[in-house]
């Protein structure tokens, strides 16, 4: 059996990779890819904890995250595309028309 | 089931006048809200309730069901009447019949809305007069503010946004600090309860089994829990120096709205008072009965010499109310059958007084577009009924005898001057009572200058009398309180027998 | 046994269904309402003789009739009830007497002179007369209060009448806030003897007096609040006197009175003699038991009654207006019975109650006869010769001043004299203090007789000195009817209560003091002459009631002959101007009224405005502050709300890494 560790520091590693993303792409759909990237890493953890303690309780809330997840991109996707047709461009820091 | 029924009647009635077409809207309300009269009329003659509805004894028309659990503590749908609720749930489905009749002159936009949302507070103020529960009765509670805040904010005055919004943000962190110290409370109870029903928690409060909590001992728990409280409901009543969104919630508010604010709404503060803090802690209570003596003394002094100056009718009327709350806090001290048996009298009373002089001043601005006292004199030339019910729903506040008002007032004045709970309290009394000679000042004054001498109106309307059902509430109104005035019987035996329990059974009294 | 008794309620509530009868049909009623007045209050006056003469045989009445507030588990029990005894019968026959004349006479005054608003005039007087009856047979002190406001309400609807005018609605609303603020005394009196004793009957072995008594006694304790029983009784007496103070027009509460001359001269009449103003005297009358208790509370009803005598008569001495004159005169009389309750005499009083009645009832009917005559002009000083042209009004007239200057043998000398004497006699047997009150009172007495021959004089003596005086309106049956009957009564009432003559001749003729003796226990004269030697030290020194009878008779005619020899002639001066300074300052009635305003005007209203500052500043001002401060904040923080995605990453970011370093800290991790 793998010990969980090494499931910890991928999942980790995922999500530092996702987190980076976030913090310096100014591409919309990079923005998206890397919030995936932190929902799989999320995801990680479940699966991986599901299988140490033995039940399945991870495993399905993992499942759930997945679904979740295609909503959020199919949503997501939306915005984006509205995104460029009102501003003509996929850049987030140019649009901050929702602010105070 | 007759509770259930009465509340969701008035649910019902404000959902039918809500999509309702405009033009019938206020026929339809009217005559929609005569169903509770004739249930709580119903419910009044069948009541036989002898108890105290925390403390034992009969309670009329209960119904007590778990409905839900919450961390360990159930929540049961739990209503009943006693003596003290009785009066007010007749005093609200009166008031309300009479407050929406009272708007069928002045409101002429969005009336569907305007009548349902009177409905919807209506049922609410129902629930919160036959809640026993505490989780029941704080939905209710809160909900009783949303319709108020939308009858100010859309038909009230110039300065509606700003009054509606303080009253709504000042009652609501009110109740925030009462919802904290009252939920220490529970938490300080621990075991010792199982349920939010507020039966459980006074017996278990007045039997001592008050634990610590957070780090304060079971006394020190007590008496923050019992400030909090205090503080918000003082709020609603109001208590000087928490008055001040009252004044500007009146001047704003449509006038149906005044009527029910000051007639129905501040008696959720003092009716709160009682059920919690008068009857769960009258230990705590009579610990610090200098201190309350002093702010219902303040507030009725202080009050009536606000409505001295005050120039508009509307605002010499709501400072007023806060006199007269005043001495229910007064009467509430006491501690005595008469003092917090005239205090619970005097809630209804002041009830239909208050909603009867807004109503006044409301026909008059109806027909000249002004309150201000000095924008007008003589109006008793022209409008002689109108003029006539007002001096003598003037009289009533000032406490004429064979009135409610005076009825109400002496009860207290008599049960706090013989108040055994602190060796001051005749002093305390005799100081409050000089806000009667203040009221007939305040009083007089605003009617030799508006409705006597000769007349002289500034405006540009024609001053006419007011139509049969403008001036009809009236009527009704004043015939009410010269009954309760006559045979103040009617209630005062049912709230005897209600308020005596809280008197006997002391937990360490 | 369905006796008289039983219809005794029906003397109150026959006008009280009168004022109902007015105001909801009187607009269709002939004369505006004014026979149903008449037909109720004659009415009630039948029942009150009925009464009057079985309570004459002997019998009594006392009767919870109407629990008002039912008090459960040993609360107290708050009624209404009847208490008929020689007093309050006479009182009945007194009140329904004179309401009956003045409706009457209203017919002439107000029907005849073609006012409006009649049917809401005579509901006005159902009503006054109805709360007056109320308290009259009163059986308990909360009961007579709440009588006592109502009078004080309906005085406020009748001084008010003309409210079109600018000067009644303010007198109005003068009378009433001065008497409630001696009713707020008065009340906190009622709950505190609710407090002391339980109870606030007036009569019975269970009534406050009694009990009182027995409290000094020790033989029943009751809770005086850490007092002495005697000094807590002392200040309940006071309390309640406060009520009295207002109501009788006492100094220094009395300058609603004057004011109160706005209203309809009839109202005048009835609010004087018989109602409001009386109300205050009988309420001390009623608890004279519990008085008699407290030496102190008697000495200073007797000095304040004896300054206000006093006090009153000089301020009659100046005035213009006829109506002005008797006014002073009321107060001046009303002292006079304080007086004599507090100098120990019960019966004087109110002997003296009953006679005042009669002919200040009959001096204000007949000025209202004189002012339908001089088409409402109410000044003195424009009149003049009026005494041939209306020959009733003056006779009458003359009959009512005989009786109020106190001369031999008419109503008021009887009274007067015997007030005095009461006082005197008490005075001179070991309470001093009351020879104080009684050299106020005597010096009154000339005064009297000064200001009501003045009146007099200038009024029909003398050449008319204005073209109505020379041709002045006539007036009907009406008017005259009840002014011959008065009259009648103004001249023989004293012949009741003869003290010197019985005294000199040894005849049995003193037939109120019969007539107070009896009755039931307790509120009798004899119980009060026992308690007031035993408890306040009253002794009667031996001094027959002939020479101070002379000495008031010789000055009250010195008064009168100082005024005809000033005022007799056809064009008389105003002698009072050699006065100088001091008739500025009596014309200004001692500047009372300017105190009392600029105590309204000048300390309360910049008082209540400046509280009204306070609260708009600075307790609103809290509130709004925290707003603002809020309101403030919030348009800071919300600068972190840039539209940046990015920048709401980064904040997530670092809000997370703190979130777990402070954990981490805490929990030890490190």
Redesign the interface.
């Known amino acids: 059996m793998v010990p969980p560790q090494y499931y910890l520091l991928l999942s980790a590693a995922v999500f530092c990779i996702g987190?980076f993303g976030?913090?310096t792409r100014?591409n919309a759909l990079l923005?998206l890819m890397s919030v995936e990237l932190m929902l799989n890493a999320a995801n990680i953890n479940l699966v991986a904890f599901s299988y140490v303690w033995g039940n399945v309780t991870g495993q399905t809330f993992g499942l759930f995250t997945m679904a979740i997840a295609a909503a959020e991109v199919a949503v997501g996707l939306g915005i984006i595309l509205v995104l460029y047709r009102d501003f003509g461009d996929v850049d987030?820091?140019k649009?901050?028309?929702?602010?105070? | 089931m007759l509770i259930e029924g009465l509340i969701a009647v008035a649910f019902v009635a404000a959902l039918v006048v809500f999509v309702s077409p405009n033009e019938y809207a206020g026929r339809l309300a009217a005559a929609l809200s005569l169903l509770p009269i004739v249930g709580s009329l119903y419910m009044w003659s069948q009541f036989d309730a002898t108890g105290n509805a925390l403390l034992g004894g009969s309670i009329a028309f209960e119904t007590d069901f778990v409905w839900l659990t919450l961390g360990g503590l159930d929540v049961h749908w739990f209503v009943g009447l006693d003596g003290i609720s009785m009066p007010l749930v007749v005093l609200t489905t009166i008031l309300t019949t009479l407050a929406i009749v009272s708007a069928w002159t002045p409101i002429d936009t969005r009336q569907s809305q305007f009548y349902g949302l009177m409905l919807f507070m209506e049922a609410n103020l129902l629930g919160v007069f036959t809640a026993l529960d505490f989780f029941v009765w704080f939905v209710f509670w809160e909900a009783v503010l949303v319709p108020m805040y939308f009858l100010v904010g859309i038909w009230g005055g110039p300065r509606r946004k700003y009054a509606a919004i303080k009253f709504f943000v000042y009652t609501n962190i009110a109740s925030l600090a009462m919802f904290i110290g009252f939920i220490a409370l529970v938490f300080g109870l621990g075991d010792s309860v199982s349920s939010m029903r507020l039966p459980e928690i006074a017996m278990a409060l007045r039997g001592g089994e008050l634990g610590g909590f957070a780090g304060l001992d079971a006394g020190a728990l007590k008496l923050a829990a019992f400030v909090a409280m205090f503080i918000g409901f003082g709020v609603k009543v109001p208590i000087v120096p928490l008055h001040t969104w009252l004044p500007d919630a009146h001047v704003e508010a449509p006038t149906p709205a005044s009527v029910m604010l000051a007639g129905v709404l501040l008696k959720m503060g003092t009716y709160a008072l009682l059920r919690f803090n008068f009857t769960m802690m009258p230990d705590v209570a009579q610990a610090l009965v200098v201190p309350i003596a002093l702010i219902a003394v303040i507030s009725v002094i202080y009050g009536a010499v606000l409505a001295l100056a005050q120039q508009d009718l509307k605002r010499i009327v709501a400072y007023s109310s806060v006199s007269s709350m005043g001495y229910v806090i007064l009467g509430l001290i006491a501690y005595t059958t008469y003092g917090v048996g005239g205090a619970t009298f005097q809630m209804v009373a002041h009830g239909l007084i208050s909603g009867l002089m807004f109503m006044a001043v409301g026909v008059i601005y109806n027909t000249t577009h002004t309150r201000m006292v000095g924008d007008m004199s003589g109006i008793a030339d022209r409008m002689p009924v109108t003029s006539g019910i007002f001096v003598a729903g003037a009289f009533g506040y000032m406490g004429l005898p064979l009135m409610a008002g005076f009825a109400g007032e002496f009860f207290i004045f008599q049960g706090a001057f013989a108040s055994t709970v602190h060796a001051a309290m005749p002093l305390f009394t005799a100081a409050a009572m000089f806000g009667i000679v203040i009221v007939a000042g305040y009083l007089l004054l605003a009617m030799q200058r508006t409705l006597f001498g000769p007349f002289r109106f500034d405006g540009e309307y024609e001053v006419t009398e007011a139509a049969f059902h403008d001036v009809a509430p009236l009527a009704v109104l004043l015939l009410l309180v010269i009954v309760l005035g006559v045979a103040p019987d009617l209630f005062f035996q049912m709230i005897q027998q209600a308020v005596n329990p809280i008197l006997q059974t002391g937990g360490g009294l | 046994m369905a006796g008289i008794f039983d219809f005794v309620p029906a003397i109150v509530l026959l006008p009280f269904v009168s004022f109902l009868v007015a105001l909801a049909v009187g607009n269709r009623l002939p004369k505006g309402g004014a026979f149903a007045g008449i037909v109720a209050t004659a009415g009630s006056f039948l029942l009150s003789v009925a009464t009057f003469f079985t309570v004459s045989g002997g019998q009594t009445y006392n009767q919870t009739i109407y629990t008002w507030a039912n008090g459960l588990d040993g609360a107290v029990t708050l009624t209404f009830g009847l208490l008929i005894d020689p007093l309050s019968a006479m009182m009945l026959v007194i009140v329904t007497l004179i309401a009956t004349l003045v409706h009457v006479f209203s017919l002439g005054y107000m029907n005849d002179e073609g006012e409006t608003g009649l049917p809401r005039y005579y509901a006005g007087l159902g009503l006054f007369t109805a709360s007056m009856l109320g308290f009259v047979v009163a059986d308990n002190l909360l009961m007579a209060f709440m009588f006592f406001e109502l009078v004080g309400l309906c005085s406020y609807l009748l001084i008010g009448f003309w409210f079109r005018e600018p000067g009644p609605p303010s007198a109005a609303k003068k009378a009433f806030l001065v008497t409630r603020f001696g009713d707020y005394f008065f009340l906190v009196g009622v709950v505190a003897v609710f407090a002391t004793f339980g109870t606030a009957a007036f009569a019975g072995s269970e009534s406050f007096p009694h009990l009182a008594e027995q409290a000094l006694h020790g033989e029943h304790s009751v809770n005086t609040f850490g007092f002495e029983p005697r000094t807590w009784f002392t200040i309940v007496g006071l309390l309640v006197l406060g009520g009295v103070v207002g109501k009788s027009a006492q100094f220094p509460l009395h300058t609603w009175l004057p004011d109160a001359m706005e209203g309809p001269t009839p109202v005048s009449a009835l609010i004087h003699a018989a109602t409001m103003v009386a109300a205050g005297v009988y309420l001390v009358a009623r608890m004279y038991g519990f008085y008699a208790l407290s030496p102190t509370s008697l000495s200073i009803i007797a000095l304040i009654g004896g300054f206000t005598a006093l006090f009153a008569a000089t301020m009659g001495v100046v005035k213009r207006e006829i109506k002005q004159v008797l006014a002073y005169s009321t107060i001046s009389q009303y002292g006079y019975m304080m007086l004599g309750l507090g100098g120990g005499g019960y019966i004087a009083a109110t002997f003296h109650l009953m006679t005042h009645a009669f002919f200040k009832a009959l001096l204000f009917l007949g000025a209202g006869s004189v002012i339908i005559a001089m088409h409402h002009n109410e000044n003195m000083w424009e009149m003049g010769g009026l005494k041939d042209k209306m020959p009733v009004t003056y006779y009458t007239f003359l009959s009512g001043s005989l009786a109020l200057a106190g001369i031999v043998p008419f109503a008021g000398f009887w009274s007067k004299d015997e007030v005095l004497y009461e006082t005197l006699v008490h005075g001179l047997g070991g309470s001093p203090i009351l020879l104080v009150a009684y050299a106020m009172g005597l010096l009154a007495v000339f005064f009297t007789g000064f200001y009501t021959f003045r009146m007099v004089l200038l009024t029909f003596h003398g050449e008319p000195r204005s073209q109505t005086a020379r041709d002045p309106h006539g007036v009907h049956w009406n008017v005259k009817g009840p002014l011959v009957v008065l009259g009648i009564l103004a001249a023989t009432a004293g012949l009741v209560n003869m003290t010197p003559v019985a005294e000199l001749t040894g005849l049995e003729i003193e037939f109120l003091h019969q007539w107070l003796g009896h009755g039931i226990e307790g509120l009798t004269s004899h119980h009060y002459v026992e308690l007031l030697e035993s408890q306040a030290g009253y002794h009667a020194a031996e001094i027959g009631p002939i020479v101070p009878g002379l000495v008031s008779l010789a000055l009250a005619l010195a008064g009168a002959g100082l005024a005809y020899f000033l005022y007799n002639d056809a064009e008389p001066t105003e002698h009072t101007d050699k006065l100088g300074g001091a008739k500025t300052v009596l014309y200004n009635n001692y500047y009372q009224d300017e105190y009392q305003v600029w105590l309204a005007n000048s300390l309360v209203q910049p008082f209540s405005r400046g509280a009204d500052k306070f609260d708009q500043g600075v307790v609103d001002g809290v509130v709004n502050g925290v707003s603002s401060v809020s309101l403030l904040s919030g348009n800071r923080v919300r600068r972190i709300q840039s539209g940046v995605v990015s920048n709401y990453a980064v904040l997530l970011t670092l809000g997370l890494t703190a979130l777990i370093l402070g954990f981490g800290l805490l929990g030890g991790w490190f």
């Open positions: 987190l976030i913090l100014r923005f987030v820091t649009v901050t028309t929702m602010r105070w």
